[in-house]
């Protein structure tokens, strides 16, 4: 349902793979476009009305997916079709909060399968691009209570020094996993990492800065990051870039806007005027950033800011672009970080199809997986302490959250029924894992 | 404006307090003084008969907007203190009609400064209802009035918010007449205990009561001469020190606990810089009292210094010593002390913990600005943004404040007092407090000023009390046009 950018190009590469396409939109135009270009079925209408949705026959789809720009359309839609019988839905929203925090609402309240959020996406790519690591940096998890770092690894920390049984982390965090090359390892308790290896640790959000400081004795040293624009990506990523204690401007054109912005974030530097302005950049010292990131929601504005950092030698340049299909022009002017939220949204999706709507965490790695359980009454493992589980080697339970509560659990720690669980799986023991914890498969990731 | 709703509402406050009226006139009887309480009655019977008066020339029709507001809580404290000096004059303590509404507006404004040259010759219904009158102003009448009236609606909210000190009033409540009940309530827990433990420690209950009057309103009429000095007692400095703490608090912080989300008041930042405040100001005269021998006992200069910085900061006014005689360093830092006050919230006067910080947090702002004008900054008290419109009043109040003081003390000092006299006069009753230096020092009275000094006063303290803008409006041209 909906083709703009993110539903065209999914209704595209769907159909060129021989999948069946409907595409519910309202929009004559759009249709006329779909018509001209597309091999599918085109129903006319507005897509969270029942009617509309029966004449797509969505109650007999496999997938339905809401991916128009309006958040309660899609919910609407998804939830009408969840109910009819469509077998997963893919709902699409804009706010990052929503699926850092009330994931797991809407997956019961609305049957969503997969509910991305292109702001959060973004947020996390921008992030990575930030800390220069070339997957994911941070997910969040259990309603954002607890975060999953990777953390890259020197032959001064302490886990390439020691066996992993004799590193003793700060509290409610765990080494879930290791990076070696492109394979990641479930490590078992001897395990002892190679210098440029990088480690997966999860922690509860007040511990895990803590961690990342102990164990990375280089600190990745993020330096001073302006931010142009103060609109919801913006203000989106920002607040991830909290817990790293960067120095970090906002410059916003909008007076009210900045002011508000200085109310949300204390720390932060507001600059009150227009980003892709150069004089007002020489005086806010934007030569001496290390980063640069346009977020603003208007292409003109970015490109421009853009080109004027870049003028200003910052080292890096981001920016944040609408129409997709312009970013090769922007990458013709040597601005090569572009990041097209719809373009993202896409690939996220892809994904999910690609990896047959499969529970992994797909930016995460392949052979392994993430998964959030909420423990059942059937469950062998209710109220039973970790050390009697006897988890096997490739399997790790990461965190616990328990009203509102997480922590990471010791072997001392009795699982309850209710708990929401966050396991970390090889692939060889997802069998044993099922067995242990009986439930419905959740996709986890930051989309 | 629309005078007939307003005169109805403060026709029924003006009977409310004819019914306060009632209390000192059963103390005269306990105590037979039962010309006294013949005195009150009759001071009850007038009061009361206003009231009605005023209740038939208004009416219940119309609204009321943000100008019958300002005029019934204007209105409500200067009816109060005119009506509230009535049984000064029929008991013959005090002749001169200025002087019963100089004591008047003292009480009920809880600021302290007496024109009595000689307290203890007063009868003990008289020294009640003074103390008494502070206990009415402490915690507010209007608050009192909306806590005890149901039928106020949402036009409660505004007069609530004239009257309850500092920059932003805090609502407990979804509706104003539970807030307002649920602070009465405080503030009647507060007042039973101070008065147990004072009975405790061998006090009466009468003087218990009346200082407790007096504590818990951060008032500061003692029915004594001496004031607190009289009972030679560390334990009575003690638990009165505990309670002037306790009364310059938030009073919300005190629901909060009760809460349970607020359980540590250490967390609120206004209320950990008034205790720092106290400490280093403490700590710094203790210092200065031993060092120019003023005191030779350290234990006694500590829990003196304690009583009077404690007493001043939040604008009781009670003495246990004669800090007027004290070295310049202390005696400056007291007089500094006059204009910071307690809490917002609290029921002590002058301009508020918060204030201060509100104020200096928007100097250094605009510092920052001159060399960083496209900076938007805004400015936190703990984790808290305040709102621009917030601290565009702070500043307001400030200039205001100030530049009445600076004012007040030109004025006062026309009859020809000394400087220091007339400017902590000034400083003493605007800011609610009571005792200031030289001639009003705190073994002194406000006996010695002219009529037209006193009436000026009266001011003052009403200005002082209702924290500025309301009064301040009463005096704009546009204020009275339609």
Not at chain 1, 263 to 282: C, M, N, T, V, W
Request: aromatic content about 8%; proline content about 4%; charged content about 20%.
């Amino acid at each position: 349902m909906g083709a703009g950018e993110v539903g065209f190009h999914l209704a595209r590469s769907l159909s060129r793979q021989g999948h069946d396409v409907t595409v519910i939109e309202v929009n004559p135009a759009t249709i006329e476009r779909i018509e001209d270009e597309l091999e599918v079925r085109v129903v006319r209408g507005n897509g969270s009305r029942p009617a509309v949705l029966a004449r797509a026959e969505v109650g007999k789809c496999d997938l339905f997916m809401a991916v128009s720009s309006s958040e309660e359309a899609n919910l609407t839609a998804a939830l009408i079709a969840k109910q009819t019988g469509a077998q997963r839905t893919v709902v699409r929203i804009s706010e990052a909060e929503e699926v850092i925090h009330d994931r797991r609402l809407y997956e019961d309240l609305f049957g969503v399968d997969l509910l991305l959020s292109t702001e959060l996406l973004t947020t996390i790519e921008i992030l990575n691009e930030i800390r220069g690591l070339n997957t994911m940096a941070v997910e969040y998890l259990a309603g954002g209570k607890v975060q999953l770092r990777k953390i890259d690894l020197d032959e001064d920390s302490p886990l390439t020094q020691l066996p992993l049984h004799d590193v003793e982390l700060p509290d409610d965090s765990l080494v879930v996993g290791f990076f070696h090359g492109d394979s990641m390892t479930i490590p078992s308790a001897d395990h002892r990492a190679e210098p440029g290896d990088q480690a997966l640790v999860l922690g509860t959000t007040e511990a895990i800065g803590k961690t990342e400081r102990f164990l990375a004795s280089a600190q990745v040293e993020l330096g001073t990051i302006v931010i142009a624009g103060g609109g919801s990506t913006a203000r989106t990523v920002a607040k991830a870039l909290e817990p790293f204690r960067a120095d970090v401007r906002l410059i916003e054109q909008d007076r009210s806007v900045a002011k508000q912005l200085s109310q949300e974030f204390p720390r932060y530097q507001i600059i009150h005027g227009d980003p892709s302005e150069l004089a007002l950049l020489k005086a806010e010292r934007v030569d001496r950033a290390r980063t640069f990131a346009a977020l603003s929601a208007h292409d003109e504005t970015n490109l421009m800011a853009s080109l004027m950092a870049q003028e200003l030698r910052v080292p890096q340049v981001l920016a944040l672009v609408q129409r997709a299909e312009t970013s090769h022009l922007w990458r013709r002017l040597e601005l090569q970080s572009v990041f097209s939220p719809r373009q993202l949204a896409y690939r996220r999706i892809r994904e999910y199809i690609d990896s047959d709507y499969s529970a992994n965490i797909v930016s995460l790695t392949r052979g392994a997986m993430v998964v959030e359980r909420r423990l059942a009454e059937a469950s062998p493992a209710a109220g039973v302490t970790l050390a009697e589980i006897k988890p096997p080697d490739g399997m790790i339970v990461g965190a616990v959250a328990r009203g509102d509560r997480v922590f990471v659990p010791g072997g001392d720690d009795r699982l309850e029924v209710g708990d929401l669980i966050i396991l970390f799986v090889r692939e060889e023991e997802v069998a044993t894992m099922r067995l242990l914890f009986p439930g419905r498969e959740r996709v986890l990731s930051g989309g | 404006m629309n005078f007939r709703p307003a005169s109805r509402f403060l026709g029924r406050l003006i009977l409310l307090l004819a019914a306060t009226e009632l209390a000192p006139a059963l103390c005269a009887l306990a105590y037979g003084e039962i010309a006294d309480a013949r005195a009150f009655a009759i001071s009850a019977i007038l009061t009361g008969a206003s009231g009605l008066v005023l209740i038939r020339l208004g009416g219940s029709s119309g609204e009321l907007y943000r100008r019958e507001g300002i005029l019934i809580v204007v209105g409500g404290w200067v009816l109060a203190s005119v009506f509230g000096a009535v049984p000064y004059m029929t008991t013959g303590t005090l002749l001169s009609p200025l002087d019963a509404l100089f004591e008047s507006a003292s009480g009920f404004t809880t600021t302290g400064a007496s024109v009595m040259t000689d307290i203890e010759s007063a009868s003990r219904a008289v020294l009640f209802w003074r103390s008494f009158t502070q206990w009415l102003g402490g915690m507010g009448i209007i608050v009192l009035f909306v806590a005890l009236l149901p039928e106020l609606g949402p036009g409660a909210r505004f007069l609530y918010k004239l009257e309850v000190p500092g920059p932003s009033a805090e609502a407990l409540q979804p509706r104003i007449r539970e807030t307002a009940a649920i602070l009465w309530k405080i503030y009647l827990l507060f007042t039973a205990v101070e008065t147990g433990l004072l009975m405790l420690v061998g006090m009466d209950l009468y003087d218990a009561l009346t200082h407790t009057f007096s504590t818990m309103s951060t008032g500061g009429f003692s029915p004594r001469n001496a004031s607190v000095a009289a009972f030679q007692s560390p334990l009575v400095d003690v638990i009165v020190i505990f309670f002037m703490i306790c009364a310059g608090t938030n009073f919300s912080l005190y629901y909060r606990l009760k809460q349970r989300d607020g359980w540590n008041l250490f967390r609120d930042t206004e209320f950990r810089l008034y205790i720092i405040i106290l400490a280093v100001v403490t700590v710094v005269i203790g210092w200065d009292l031993l060092r120019y021998q003023t005191y030779t006992e350290p234990a006694r200069a500590g829990l003196d210094s304690l009583f009077q910085v404690v007493s001043i900061l939040t604008t009781t006014g009670f003495a246990t010593a004669d800090f007027d005689g004290w070295p310049v360093l202390s005696r400056v830092l007291l007089v500094a002390l006059m204009f910071v006050g307690g809490c917002a919230g609290s029921t002590s006067g002058s301009m508020k913990v918060m204030r201060m910080v509100i104020g200096i947090k928007t100097a250094l702002r605009e510092v920052k600005l001159i060399f960083n004008p496209n900076a938007v900054i805004s400015i936190f008290v703990g984790r808290k943004p305040v709102p621009d419109s917030v601290a565009r009043s702070v500043a307001g109040f400030f200039i205001l404040y100030l530049s009445t003081w600076g004012l007040g003390s030109v004025l006062l000092s026309v009859s020809g007092p000394d400087l220091v006299t007339a400017a902590t006069a000034a400083a003493a009753t605007l800011g609610n407090i009571g005792p200031g230096l030289r001639a009003v020092g705190p073994t002194m009275n406000f006996a010695l000023f002219d009529a037209w000094d006193k009436a000026l006063m009266v001011l003052l303290m009403l200005l002082g009390r209702l924290e500025m803008y309301a009064i301040a409006a009463l005096f704009t041209r546009s204020f009275w046009k339609p």
